[in-house]
């Protein structure tokens, strides 16, 4: 990947039919939290109000650049790549037996003490989406409004069955355009030029030459039966709803059109049970809201925020 990405950038930004009043690379920032250092981005303006962004899992920080080119003029803008993804350390071995929503809950609290802000908006996808509900829950006081993109605690099954065979069936492929030609396949509503820029930032290639995921792709360390797997999730999503019931501050729920995610009956139960909130669906978009549509999405999150 190239230091300078300037051109990609701008490529991905052309395809979207975006008019940012700029295009600008955000800084590659780093930082030693919970015993790994993470990578962060900032896109300046620090005078502004502060907005910190949570991607979703097998993505990365860069995930929000985009939609972040609209925002960026009105918020402080900084995404943080989540542990085991982006550029970001993987969990250490001698914490893979940790409980990993425990561990990225810490993250996200250490990370939000590192920058000290005396308020900020806390807005999450997917993954992300669920470590700011828990981080909402048990730590308010620092949080001026909070957006949860594309998930709940229940989630449709088809939609998780097919992520996941997208991730198995391009685990570790030949070449960068084999990727692109898979991605352009799996989400071909979206730009050629943007998939190329979000996949730049998502690879990595091997001693060998081949290309695979940054992800932390290591098998899990305890074996989960299947019956056991489907009741440990049903007791996180208990605890996810409890943990939304606490919920007090000014919250909104984005939903993709389109999503295989994140149904229509999981978002009213989630209005129905948190205090104040609004909710927004996005049109032309998949549970990947805020890539598939980021001039909507950019638009709806600052009517939220400017409130």
Known sequence: MPKDYLDVLTAAVQSAKLSPSEIVVPEDCWVTLNGIRFHYLDWGNAHLPHLVLLHGGSLTAHTFDLAVLLLRDKYHCIALSQRGHGDTEWTPEADREKNNQDL???DVRQFIDYLDYDKLALVGMSMGGLNAIRYASRYPEKLSHLGIVDVGPDAMTDGLIEMEQFRTNTQTLASFEDFLGQAVKFMPHRAVAHLEYSLTHSLKQQDDGSYTWKQDNRSPVSY???????????????LLWQDLESIKTPTCLF??????????????????????VQAVEIP???????????????????NFLKD
Not at 224 to 238: C, D, F, Q, V
């Open 104 to 106: 990225m809950l810490e």
């Open 224 to 238: 989960i039966a299947e019956g056991e797997k489907k009741e440990a999730n049903e007791a996180r999503a208990a």
């Open 255 to 276: 939903r993709g059109a389109n999503t295989k995610i994140f149904s229509v009956q999981t978002m009213e139960k989630m209005m129905a049970v948190l205090d104040n």
């Open 284 to 302: 032309d978009a998949t549970h990947n809201v805020h890539s598939d549509n980021p001039k909507r999405w950019a638009a709806e999150l600052n």
